[in-house]
């Protein structure tokens, strides 16, 4: 029996394999499949906290900016689920993460080729095929792969000997927590991750008492900026000009535009500052909280089942030294090449940085034959930009790795000039000289 080759392996099956794998369904001639090492599809469960909140519109599903007919719309999910006029009608602020979740996961059902429960265990490549193997022995071939397999948990240097029941990603908050016995707890980090579970500390009941200490390395506790002009760094337009910049000039932008991609969504921040404000005006004895920003942490120390957490105030130059019962990290999230791939590692190219080189279509600089890729999604923060990790253009690059695995434009794609001018030159104005130097 000759074995099948596919035309695709997706390695991962999380939001963006699987808008993927819903912008292939229903296109003639594609063999693919993608494979997932959970039991079933579930989105970041461990931090599937009461009340949290995309932070993204609902309209940049899977499918809808590139793919507006596909059955496997946001839209399509409410009118199965005979929720649409309901949802219109709840006047949400921002979509519930546990309903975009349920999407998901509806999609993921119903999208044909895809398996759970088989972790991929190694990629090689070979006579013009990459070989995929599974942990229990099996294997598929295919001319290319996706690589979707999300980034890692990011645990800082001083927390690796504590990890455990006490000291714990906020990747495992929503498993961890309930049975968290605590009555001091630090959270370390001030992004979204890190207020999404101060403020459920602070409201659910199991916490009351509890003191809270807030450490943020950042000068405060920042908001997400979600206005218009930096919207735009969101658009397609801006990901291509921004990948034909030279290599040395990405980092410095990519870290001026924190904010723009990972900062604390203004309605949680609110909802903080309420139940601060509550908390104080009624002093039931909640105990107290220290919201403790610009504060970074040089080292942990356990002992008699204590942490003892010293850090550094950029505020005024003090140290301030917490001890707690328990620390949750919500430290982020990093790249990191899987290890599945390292009997490929030698051939792939890196940055200076340690990131993938990677063409405008997504596809890895390799070694190895133009017609076989590896087509890495989320990995590129530093190739395209601070949109990369995040839901807002993972339609736009599903259809632009669709295109390249087709060969040709089978999805629009085409994007009118950008409405700012980033770039040197462009559409001449009578008042605008582009100088050569
Ligand atoms: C809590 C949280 C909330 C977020 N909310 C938003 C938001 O509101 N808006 C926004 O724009 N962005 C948001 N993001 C950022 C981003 O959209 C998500 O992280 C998104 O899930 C990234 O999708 P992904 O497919 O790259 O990776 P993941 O969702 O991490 O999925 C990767 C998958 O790969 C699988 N896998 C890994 N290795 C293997 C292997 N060897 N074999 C088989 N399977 C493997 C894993 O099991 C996993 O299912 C959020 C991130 C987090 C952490």
């Known amino acids: 029996m000759t074995e099948r080759l596919l035309d695709l392996a997706g390695i991962g099956i999380g939001p963006f394999n699987l808008s993927l794998a819903a912008h292939l369904d229903g296109i003639d001639g594609v063999a693919a499949r993608f494979f997932d090492r959970q039991r079933g599809f579930d989105w970041h469960p461990g931090m599937m906290l009461p009340g949290v909140e995309l932070q993204t519109s609902f309209l940049k599903d899977l499918v809808t900016p590139t793919n507006p007919t596909s059955p496997w719309s946001f839209m399509a999910y409410l009118v199965a689920h005979k929720r649409f006029y309901r949802f219109l009608n709840a006047e949400f602020e921002a979509t519930p993460r546990e309903e975009f979740a349920d999407y998901l996961a509806w999609v993921a059902q119903g999208v044909p080729g895809l398996r759970f429960g088989v972790e991929v265990r190694e990629v090689d490549f070979a006579d013009g095929a990459f070989t995929v193997r599974f942990a229990g022995g099996e294997r598929e071939r295919a001319r290319n792969i996706a690589l979707g397999v999300g980034l890692a948990a990011h645990m800082p240097d001083w927390a690796k000997p504590h990890l455990g029941a006490r000291c714990f990603h906020s990747s495992e908050s929503a498993h961890r927590l309930p049975e968290l016995e605590a009555r001091r707890i630090a959270v370390v980090g001030g992004g979204q991750s890190g207020a999404e579970i101060v403020l459920h500390l602070l409201t659910d009941e199991r916490f009351a008492g509890c003191e809270i200490v807030w450490l943020s390395r950042r000068a405060n506790f920042q908001p997400l900026d979600d206005t218009p002009f930096t919207n735009e760094l969101f658009t397609p337009d801006y990901v291509e000009r921004f990948h034909g910049l030279a290599e040395g000039r990405k980092a410095a932008i990519v870290a001026h535009q924190k904010l723009a ?166 559409e001449p104005l009578p008042s605008i000289e582009t100088l050569n130097v």
């Open 261 to 426: 991609g990972d900062g604390i969504s203004p309605s949680t921040l609110r909802a903080l500052y309420r139940r601060l404000y509550s908390l104080g005006r009624q002093s039931r004895g909640e105990g107290p909280i220290a919201p403790m920003p610009h504060r970074e942490v040089l080292e942990a120390e356990a002992r008699n089942g204590e942490f003892r957490l010293v850090a550094r105030n950029g505020f005024d130059g003090g140290i301030d030294v917490a001890t707690v019962d328990a620390v949750v990290l919500a430290t982020g999230y990093g790249f990191a090449v899987p290890d599945c791939l390292a009997p490929l590692r030698h051939r792939l190219a890196f940055d200076e940085h340690g990131y993938f080189r990677i063409d405008q279509d997504f596809a890895v600089h390799w070694d190895g034959p133009r017609d076989n890729r590896v087509f890495a999604l989320n990995a590129g923060r530093l190739s395209h930009g601070i949109a990369e990790p995040q839901l807002s253009l993972m339609a736009w690059r599903s259809a632009i790795i669709a295109n390249a695995l087709l060969g040709r434009a089978h999805f629009d794609v085409e994007m009118p000039p950008p409405l700012v001018r980033w770039a040197t030159g462009g």
